[in-house]
């Protein structure tokens, strides 16, 4: 997926090039005309307005975003979180840190967890509300799990089937 993706922003780039060269040039001719004096300058500046909507998308910056960066990052960080949260020696800095790094919705007294911004989590509440009236099966309405379920079995034993 990731290889697709470059390979499309390589052919988006290329024929962005191609536009842009067909830009200059029509943008040359037209000011070649003028300056021969085929048409007046107000006519000029309206070709130019319409040459410059026309080819509006070849200025514009396509998004660099690299998804995949991104997602190595997060899981980074969620690895140095777990290491820095399940360490005893880490200290109350270095947790306020990692939390403040993973842009966390949450304040830690090292005793209390607070949700910083209620919104976000009531959006999701809301939204498996909605699903679930939407998809009944969405997620059970009552789990059990049997009693003799809860031990050790081996690699070939899975618990739940």
Known sequence: MKDNETAQKVVIEQTKNERKIEFEKENDNLRAIFRKGHFTEDEYLRDLDSLNKQYSDVDENLKKADWYTEMMEILDITQTMKDIFLNPKSSKQSKREIMVKASSNLIWDEKNLYILSKK??????????????????????????????NEKTGMFLPVFF
Do not use: H
């Not at 809301?126 to 009552?142: A, L, R, T, V």
């Open 120 to 149: 976000s989590i009531n959006v999701l509440v809301e939204g498996i509300k909605g699903m679930k009236s939407k998809i009944p099966w969405f997620e059970p309405k009552k789990s059990f799990i049997q009693q003799g379920l």
